[in-house]
């Protein structure tokens, strides 16, 4: 399981990264509280809790409705 990390940007906001690139801005300055959010995060993260998206591709609703369709005409 990757390691989660909490740093500073140079800005003073804190933020938690997930896995290389992949990291969420915990919108606090204060040191005690961001390690309090990251504690957090972390028991969430690793009881599988967290779910994190991953970016693909954008469908148009349109597509999505006729992929779905054609995959249930089998199923009825």
């Known amino acids: 399981m990757p390691t989660?990390?909490?740093?500073?940007?140079?800005?003073?906001?804190?933020?938690?990264t997930?896995?290389?690139?992949?990291?969420?801005?915990?919108?606090?300055?204060?040191k005690e509280q961001a390690k309090?959010?990251?504690?957090?995060l972390e028991q969430e993260y690793l009881k599988g809790r967290l779910i994190r998206l991953e970016k693909g591709e954008l469908i148009l609703l349109k597509d999505f409705i006729a992929e779905y369709l054609d995959t249930r005409k089998t199923k009825c």
Not at 6 to 12: A, V, Y
Not at 18 to 30: E, I, P, V
């Open 36 to 40: 309090k959010i990251y504690k957090e």
């Open 4 to 16: 989660m990390r909490l740093w500073q940007r140079k800005n003073g906001i804190f933020y938690v």
């Open 18 to 30: 997930f896995r290389r690139g992949d990291h969420r801005s915990l919108k606090t300055s204060d």
